[in-house]
């Protein structure tokens, strides 16, 4: 069995629809994984085994997603992610509250030698200016006391909110 090989494995992959999540889904299968599960608001047109409607900025979506998957997950991509053009809460929502909640959600359920696997960008590189300020949001656990934690530091996410999404992304 190569390295590389997704046989035998139950994986689930955010956003899955577009862009690097199609492309993500098209390689897994050529990686030999028969055993896919795709959260993504848009059904994808890609080879996946199953599909669950997830609108990962829905805390509620989400727990339903996790309690539909079950465990056993074996490697989880969380690559759903939402352009800057957006609200500022929804963007913070999807590209980390949504990834958070989903990964603590499944990680129960891995086997040991379980993957997870988060797509970042080089837009959160400048997190080490903020580091500070983004420990204090992973601190809270909780989705809505993380919610008015960015509405009272809004100043933070004002200027470029996919960057302080995806500097908190790989923070935390």
Known sequence: MSLFSYE???????G???????????HLAQ???TDLTVLDIKEPTGPASRYIPTDMSDPASIDEAIAAIGGGVDVL???AGVAGVHATDFVIRVNYLGVRRLTEGLLPGMPRGGAIVNTASIAGQ????NLAKILELIGFADWDDALGWLNDNDE?????VYGF????AQVW
């Not at 400048?126 to 200016?129: K, T, V």
């Not at 933070?156 to 470029?160: I, K, V, W």
Request: charged fraction near 15%.
């Open 77 to 79: 991509f969380n690559n």
């Open 8 to 14: 035998g494995k139950k994986v689930v992959l955010t």
């Open 126 to 129: 400048g997190w080490p200016e």
């Open 156 to 160: 933070l996410a004002s200027a470029d």
């Open 165 to 168: 999404s995806k500097q908190i």
């Open 31 to 33: 990686a030999g994984c």
């Open 16 to 26: 899955g629809t577009t862009g690097v999540g199609a492309a993500a889904v098209e």
